[in-house]
């Protein structure tokens, strides 16, 4: 391995951090610099939490990457020159790279209705998670995925001023097991939340959304929840990418058209289990973070990368701080009939957020 080679992570969420933290003990000589428009590292996972008005833990990148002598630049990230090898920051700074490591994650998603940019609210970023106040009134959450429903109990139990409205053109939990969703509606319901599962939404307005067949509905706040979006810096900057802009990886998460970069994490296209791509979630950030990173460690080596193994093992849902979910999955990510629910299920999930924090963190 050459004594400086200069390895570039962009972005410090759950992919980012994995990588740079598995560099940082693997790949000896290296110069390892991590990017992140942020200050701290905040467990993503917890978001709907902050929205509903809990404080949340967050911890200073600056310290967690000095402690493992991993170069820390607070700056967002504004084009790769991918000939050139360099990346500019927003302080009018540049950053030579020899292997960059491209990790940005994902972001809400602004533009797949109309008003959705000008009324609408996000948990995607601790930003918009804080920006949500706790409105008396109805408040509307569209979309009924996971995050959509931890969203829903959370607000439900949370706000007592409050009515929380689910709306979705699908049941929530729709891609769990029977028993998974059967426990999910009982659990909305006993908080009270208002479950629509007959609704699309065709446009947010200041008053409200309105629905597919017409209908307007009144809400003080809606939350959208429905789908994210992903950076388009990776399309700027010419990379092979999809037509929601994630990065377009090889088995090894090198980018097709770039050799010199990898790509981990919600902003990467990641073949999985079964011929289905991977999920955007922590679970799959992790994984391909500390993967990436062993695929860049052989090739500095001259060796070529292992395969990267993977296999969903579990689901998991809060419902509150109470209740939750616990859905055991198949290797595809098809549920399998078992499910943990209640207390126990509450409890698990928590060690499994915490424990998520703790494997992100180098
Ligand atoms: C409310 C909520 C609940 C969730 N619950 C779960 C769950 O229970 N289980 C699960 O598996 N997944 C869950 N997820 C999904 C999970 O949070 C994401 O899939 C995961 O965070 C992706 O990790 P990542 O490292 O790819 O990206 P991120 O965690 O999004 O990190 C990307 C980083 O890049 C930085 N960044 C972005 N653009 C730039 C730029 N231009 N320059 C510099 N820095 C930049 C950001 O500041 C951020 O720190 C949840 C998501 C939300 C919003």
Redesign the pocket.
């Known amino acids: 391995m050459t004594g400086q080679h200069r390895i570039v992570v962009?972005?410090?969420?759950?992919?980012?951090?994995a990588a740079a933290g598995r560099l940082a003990s693997k790949a000896r000589g290296a110069r390892i610099t991590v990017?992140?428009?942020?200050t701290d590292?905040v467990e993503?996972?917890?978001?709907?939490q902050q929205a509903a008005g809990q404080q949340i833990p967050a911890w200073s990148l600056r310290e967690l990457l000095d402690s493992k002598k991993i170069h820390f630049v607070c700056?967002?990230?504004?084009e790769i020159d991918t000939v050139g090898k360099r990346v500019s920051l927003d302080t009018a700074t540049v950053l030579d790279y020899d292997t960059l490591v491209y990790?940005?994650?994902?972001?809400a998603d602004r533009t797949s209705v109309p008003g959705l940019a000008e009324h609408a609210y996000s948990?995607?970023?601790p930003e918009e998670?804080s920006r949500f106040g706790a409105p008396s009134g109805t408040v509307l959450v569209v979309g009924a995925g996971?995050?959509g429903i931890?969203?829903a109990a959370e607000l439900a139990e949370s706000l007592h001023d409050s009515r929380v409205c689910l709306l979705s053109p699908e049941e929530p939990g729709a891609w769990l097991s029977p028993r998974a969703r059967k426990h999910i509606r009982r659990v909305l319901e006993r908080l009270g939340v208002e479950i629509r599962s007959d609704a699309k939404v065709l446009e947010v307005t200041a008053a409200g959304v309105r629905l597919a067949d017409g209908t307007l509905i009144e809400a003080a706040a809606t939350v959208w929840t429905a789908g994210?979006a992903v950076?388009d810096?990776a399309r700027r900057s010419g990379l092979s990418v999809d037509g929601t802009g994630r990065v377009l990886v090889d088995a090894a998460l090198r980018s097709i058209s770039h050799p010199d970069v990898y790509a981990?994490?919600?902003?990467a296209v990641i073949a999985g289990p079964g011929g289905r791509d991977l999920r955007?979630?922590?679970?799959?950030?992790l994984p391909t973070?500390k993967y990436a990173a062993d695929a860049i460690v052989a090739r500095l080596r001259g060796a070529e990368p292992g395969k990267l193994r993977f296999r969903y093992v579990v689901?998991?849902?809060?419902l509150g701080r109470r209740d939750g979910l616990i859905q055991v999955l198949h290797a595809d990510d098809s549920p399998a009939r078992t499910v943990l629910t209640g207390r126990p299920a509450a409890w698990v999930?928590e060690q499994v957020?915490r424990g998520?924090g703790w494997a992100a963190r180098p």
């Open positions: 962009l972005g410090a969420g759950y992919a980012g951090l990017v992140d428009a942020r590292f993503r996972v917890r978001l709907h700056a967002r990230a504004t990790a940005l994650g994902s972001t948990v995607s970023t998670a996971a995050t931890e969203m994210f950076p810096l981990a994490g919600d902003s955007m979630a922590c679970a799959t950030a973070g689901q998991c849902l809060s999930k957020v998520a």
